[in-house]
């Protein structure tokens, strides 16, 4: 059997950490463009530089810190800011688009920078050399024959929508942004046909993808914030078919298994409650609606999302038309107070014994992998793709040149094999497999260079200095082998 005819072997990346050219041709500042660097495996974070009210200034832990009210992110001259110039595609696409074709990738996954198109987000006409950039884009990749999967908003939210309008909290957000999203699909509407919404839309509950001040102390805001997401969303799924009836719009949701620790029975229910972290957002973006213990949820906290006549009916008709997730690894569903902790991706999990990790704490799981293939196909029955996987790793760059990479090479292996159990004897529809940073790009939890995950080694370090020269990696040779034989080889 192995892996249908046309499935799509590729690589995944996002505008913010890889397209560089941060003020180039009209694009305007994102809040992306506003967080530094980090240090991941000595737990620095990513900081922002604000602006307080009182018209002091300060540095934020990114995630850790709440942006106070009335506080505006600037650019710190003194600071460097990974987003700016990142591996920068933005120079590099054609270089980098044949690299992709000689790796034999059918489909390549990016993102459009919303601030390239309209830099404040709010303006009523698109800036063209924004447009133009990713025409020559789409039209490079099609001279390989690679499809393009675009990833609509990763991470990525124009700084004066935060500023002026506290992002996604404020209804008319939706209306710029679907003022963005009809410009791309008119645009570019006979070069894409494969479009994602919002990246891992479960991760987006802070001030850098909502726009919101006081996150953390006013949860009302961010559910709020978050209806807003979904409802827009859906409104994409609606007017994209409009446009071409072709377009298959997906979500994009950040997966990982929880497994009870043991077999008492507060731990199964940990379980679910744990899952439901993810259910939530696949349940609203496939089924259309809000499930019953979210409503429960909502009620007890006192939470009344504000809603327009109208705004359910289009939950529920703008469904996805297949789901697109990330994987890296697994946690554990405990109810011990003493449980050993591990960092993941965006979130800490529960350390499982029977896994290891790599540098950074993420423990590699291929059955896990099996397991949500599974778990995803039985609750909804709408194609799947993986649109990101991988391990970040440091490399070491050998005298002659030189990247060996056997680490990432078993990763993924590893990660293939358990897709093709889910295709072949579980009978899991999947379109296709795009590992992340198929060429090597900046981390978003850290901010580090040195993590990488990229079959492409870019010159590039933690501090910014470095050539930007591409080279391949041992992995490099071994996924051509993949894509060329439609997985069937890898050895
Ligand atoms: C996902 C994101 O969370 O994981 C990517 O969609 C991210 O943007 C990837 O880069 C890997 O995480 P990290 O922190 O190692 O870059």
């Known amino acids: 059997m192995g892996f249908k005819k046309g499935f799509f072997w590729g690589g995944a990346t996002a505008a913010n950490q890889y397209e560089g050219g941060y003020l180039s041709g009209g694009k305007g500042l994102a809040i992306q463009d506003v967080i530094t660097g980090g240090d991941g495996r000595n737990n620095i974070p990513r900081r922002i530089a604000l602006k307080l009210a009182d018209g002091t200034t300060t540095f934020i832990d990114r995630r850790g810190t709440e942006v106070p009210a009335g506080a505006v992110p600037y650019?710190?001259?003194?600071?460097?800011?990974?987003?700016?110039?990142?591996?920068?595609?933005?120079?590099?696409?054609?270089?980098?688009?044949?690299?992709?074709?000689?790796?034999?990738?059918?489909a390549f996954r990016m993102s459009i920078n919303w601030t390239r198109i309209f830099p404040n987000g709010d303006e009523a006409e698109p800036n063209e050399e924004g447009l133009q950039f990713y025409d020559d884009v789409f039209d490079e990749?099609?001279?390989?024959?690679?499809?393009?999967?675009?990833?609509?908003?990763?991470?990525?939210?124009?700084?004066?929508?935060?500023?002026?309008?506290?992002?996604?909290?404020?209804?008319?957000?939706?209306?710029?942004?679907?003022?963005?999203?009809?410009?791309?699909?008119q645009r570019y509407k006979n070069k894409v046909k494969y479009w994602k919404t919002f990246n891992e839309i479960n991760f987006c509950r802070d001030y850098t993808n909502l726009g919101i001040t006081e996150a953390n102390s006013h949860p009302e805001k961010v559910e709020q914030a978050v209806f807003h997401m979904l409802l827009a969303a859906a409104k994409t799924v609606i007017r994209g078919h409009e446009i071409n009836p072709e377009f298959m719009i997906g979500q994009m949701i950040n997966e990982s298994e929880y497994y009870a620790e043991d077999c008492n029975p507060e731990a199964a229910w940990k379980r679910i409650q744990d899952k439901r972290s993810r259910v939530f957002y696949t349940d609203v973006?496939?089924?259309?609606?809000?499930?019953?213990?979210?409503?429960?949820?909502?009620?007890?906290?006192?939470?009344?999302?504000?809603?327009?006549?109208?705004?359910?009916?289009?939950?529920?008709k703008g469904t996805v038309d297949y789901i697109g997730f990330s994987y890296y690894s697994t946690s554990v569903s405990s109810v011990r107070k003493d449980a050993k902790r591990t960092s993941s991706n965006l979130e800490s999990a529960v350390k499982n014994p029977y896994l290891k990790a790599n540098d950074w704490g993420w423990q590699i799981d291929p059955m896990g992998l099996?397991?949500?293939?599974?778990?995803?196909?039985?609750?909804?029955?709408?194609?799947?793709?993986?649109?990101?996987?991988?391990?970040?790793a440091i490399d070491t760059v050998e005298e002659d040149g030189s990247i060996h990479d056997p680490y990432r090479i078993d990763y993924i292996r590893e990660h293939i094999k358990a897709m093709k159990q889910a295709v072949d004897e579980d009978g899991v529809d999947l379109m296709g497999y795009m590992p992340w940073g198929c060429i090597d790009v900046v981390s978003a939890g850290t901010g580090e260079m040195r993590k990488r995950y990229g079959f492409i080694y870019v010159d590039m370090d933690d501090e910014g200095k470095g050539d930007l020269h591409r080279s391949r990696k041992d992995s490099f040779y071994w996924y051509q082998k993949v894509c060329k034989s439609n997985g069937e080889d890898l050895d």
């Open 75 to 106: 650019v710190d001259e003194n600071t460097y800011y990974p987003s700016h110039v990142a591996t920068d595609f933005y120079h590099h696409y054609k270089e980098d688009i044949a690299l992709f074709a000689e790796m034999g990738f059918t």
């Open 141 to 185: 990749m099609h001279k390989y024959g690679i499809e393009p999967q675009v990833t609509i908003i990763h991470f990525d939210l124009p700084l004066h929508l935060a500023t002026e309008y506290e992002g996604w909290l404020d209804r008319r957000t939706i209306g710029f942004y679907m003022n963005y999203v009809e410009t791309i699909f």
């Open 285 to 316: 973006q496939n089924k259309g609606f809000y499930p019953e213990w979210k409503l429960a949820e909502l009620k007890a906290k006192g939470i009344e999302i504000k809603m327009e006549e109208g705004d359910l009916e289009t939950l529920a």
């Open 370 to 392: 099996r397991i949500i293939l599974n778990e995803l196909w039985e609750r909804y029955h709408k194609p799947l793709w993986i649109v990101e996987n991988g391990i970040g």
